[in-house]
């Protein structure tokens, strides 16, 4: 066999022979390689605008004056806090971002006002804040050194009596004046008033003209009625038979003693009496 370029030519035995085609491969064509940086671009163009989006949201909802605070509506004030009261304690908040507003902070606003138990507050967006309140109701008049206050059902001062005006109002609504003898305990306005319900079962004239209730402490305490004219002395659970005794004692008090200091009906089995002194 003999080689030529782009040719081979072999012998066969014998006399003929066959040519064959022997062509060379041509080179292949080389591959583009792709860039570092634009295989990263993409994805990383991709994920900077997931984040740009939300981003710019959240600095036009924060910066808009779309979310400014325009619209106080109020809920449940009646009485003693009025709806205006509360506008104008959140007045100064008004034209500030109702998205970036704090709650905690609106509602401290409100809750200066010694008359509100509660306050829940939403914002509905754009710009409006709801407000509900919940107003604290007095059950007695607390007597604190020379002066009287509103109390709640645990024996906490809610709001001075400022006027005589005030104070007959509220004698009028039926509120007790309730006094105690030492720091005033949970449970001691409620013992209070419970009390006050038993002389009211047992003598409703003695109970509708009831004065003060002074809370002496262990289930202990000193009524002043203007139905009589001395102060009493009873234990809560024991004020109807006793007092039905001391009625049924009177007409020989009153003639026994001229003048009587107090009645102390918190023994079992004897009623105490403390005589006046004559000319006192």
Same mark, same amino acid.
């Given at each position: 066999?003999?080689?030529?370029?782009?040719?081979?030519?072999?012998?066969?035995?014998?006399?003929?022979?066959?040519?064959?085609?022997?062509?060379?491969?041509?080179?292949?064509?080389?591959?583009?390689?792709?860039?570092?940086?634009?295989?990263?671009?993409?994805?990383?163009?991709?994920?900077?605008?997931?984040?740009?989006?939300?981003?710019?949201?959240?600095?036009?909802?924060?910066?808009?004056?779309?979310?400014?605070?325009?619209?106080?509506?109020?809920?449940?004030?009646?009485?003693?806090?009025?709806?205006?009261? %509360?506008?104008?304690?959140?007045?100064?908040?008004?034209?500030?971002?109702?998205?970036?507003?704090?709650?905690?902070?609106?509602?401290? =606003?409100?809750?200066?006002?010694?008359?509100?138990?509660?306050?829940?507050?939403?914002?509905?967006?754009?710009?409006?804040? =709801?407000?509900?309140?919940?107003?604290?109701?007095?059950?007695?008049?607390?007597?604190? +050194?020379?002066?009287?206050?509103?109390?709640?059902?645990? +024996?906490?001062?809610?709001?001075?009596?400022?006027? $005589?005006?005030?104070?007959?109002?509220?004698?009028?609504?039926?509120?007790?004046?309730?006094?105690?003898?030492?720091?005033? $305990?949970?449970?001691?306005?409620?013992?209070?008033?419970?009390?006050?319900?038993?002389?009211?079962?047992?003598?409703?004239?003695?109970?509708?003209?009831?004065?003060?209730?002074?809370?002496?402490?262990?289930?202990?305490?000193?009524?002043?009625?203007?139905?009589?004219?001395?102060?009493?002395?009873?234990?809560?659970? $024991? %004020?109807?038979?006793?007092? $039905?005794?001391? %009625?049924?004692?009177?007409?020989?008090?009153?003639?026994?003693?001229?003048?009587?200091?107090?009645?102390?009906?918190?023994?079992?089995?004897?009623?105490? %009496?403390?005589?006046?002194?004559?000319?006192?």
């Amino acid at each position: 066999m003999t080689l030529t370029a782009g040719m081979a030519t072999m012998l066969p035995p014998g006399a003929g022979g066959r040519i064959l085609d022997f062509r060379r491969r041509g080179t292949p064509p080389r591959r583009r390689r792709r860039s570092v940086l634009l295989t990263l671009a993409r994805p990383l163009l991709a994920a900077l605008s997931l984040v740009a989006l939300p981003v710019g949201l959240v600095v036009w909802v924060f910066t808009s004056p779309f979310f400014r605070l325009r619209s106080v509506e109020v809920g449940g004030a009646a009485g003693r806090v009025a709806a205006g009261w %509360v506008r104008r304690a959140l007045a100064p908040l008004e034209g500030e971002n109702l998205v970036r507003l704090s709650l905690a902070e609106a509602a401290g =606003r409100v809750q200066r006002n010694p008359w509100i138990e509660s306050v829940e507050m939403v914002k509905e967006l754009p710009d409006r804040l =709801r407000v509900k309140v919940a107003e604290r109701r007095p059950v007695a008049l607390l007597a604190a +050194g020379s002066g009287l206050a509103y109390a709640d059902s645990a +024996g906490r001062a809610i709001a001075p009596i400022a006027t $005589q005006a005030e104070l007959a109002e509220a004698r009028a609504a039926g509120l007790l004046v309730v006094s105690f003898s030492r720091e005033p $305990q949970p449970d001691g306005m409620a013992a209070a008033l419970k009390v006050a319900a038993e002389l009211g079962r047992a003598q409703p004239t003695w109970a509708a003209k009831l004065a003060r209730i002074e809370v002496l402490g262990e289930g202990d305490f000193r009524l002043r009625t203007d139905a009589l004219p001395f102060p009493v002395l009873v234990t809560s659970g $024991q %004020v109807g038979p006793k007092v $039905q005794r001391l %009625v049924e004692l009177l007409p020989e008090l009153s003639i026994r003693y001229p003048r009587i200091e107090a009645v102390d009906l918190r023994f079992s089995r004897r009623i105490v %009496v403390q005589p006046g002194r004559i000319g006192a």
